[in-house]
C-alpha cells in the first residue's frame, strides 16, 4: 500500500507561483513513476505532467508546458510541481499520482497509476 499526501495548494492571483509537494510512503518510491493531474469542477481530469522513475524524463501537457515543472527528490520520497505564470484556468483540484510500474507506454493516462493522493485546491484569481 502506498500512500500520497500533497500539500502546497492555495489561493493565488494570475501570474503567481505555486509548488505542490506530494509524499509517498514506500521503501521503493525510487522506482515509481509520478505524475500530475488535475480537475475541475464540471470537467474531467486531466494529465498535467509525469516524471520517470530516476527524474530522467519528463512530460507536460500542453497547456503547461514551459510553465510548469515537474521534479523528484528520491531520497525525500517527494515529488514537486512548480507552476509558474499561472492563469484562471489553472483553477482546479491537482492530485499526484504512482505507478509502481517503472515503464509505462502512455504517461498521461490516469489508468496508467495505481494510487492516488487525496488532492489540493489550487484557485487562481484574475
Known amino acids: 500500500q502506498v500512500q500520497l499526501v500533497e500539500s502546497g495548494g492555495g489561493l493565488v492571483q494570475a501570474g503567481d507561483s505555486l509548488r505542490l509537494s506530494c509524499v509517498a510512503s514506500?521503501?521503493?518510491?525510487?522506482?515509481?513513476?509520478m505524475g500530475w493531474f488535475r480537475q475541475a469542477p464540471g470537467k474531467e481530469r486531466e494529465f498535467v505532467a509525469a516524471?520517470?522513475?530516476?527524474?530522467?524524463?519528463?512530460y507536460y501537457a500542453d497547456s503547461v508546458k514551459g510553465r510548469f515543472t515537474i521534479s523528484r527528490d528520491n531520497a525525500e520520497n517527494t515529488a514537486y510541481l512548480r507552476m509558474n505564470s499561472l492563469k484562471p484556468e489553472d483553477t482546479a483540484v491537482y492530485y499526484c499520482?504512482?505507478?509502481?510500474?517503472?515503464?509505462?507506454?502512455?504517461?498521461?493516462?490516469?489508468?496508467?497509476?495505481?494510487?492516488w493522493g487525496q488532492g489540493t485546491q489550487v484557485t487562481v484569481s484574475s
Open positions: 514506500g521503501r521503493t518510491f525510487r522506482t515509481y513513476i
Open positions: 516524471i520517470n522513475w530516476s527524474g530522467g524524463s519528463t
Open positions: 499520482a504512482a505507478r509502481l510500474h517503472p515503464y509505462s507506454s502512455d504517461y498521461g493516462d490516469f489508468t496508467e497509476y495505481d494510487y
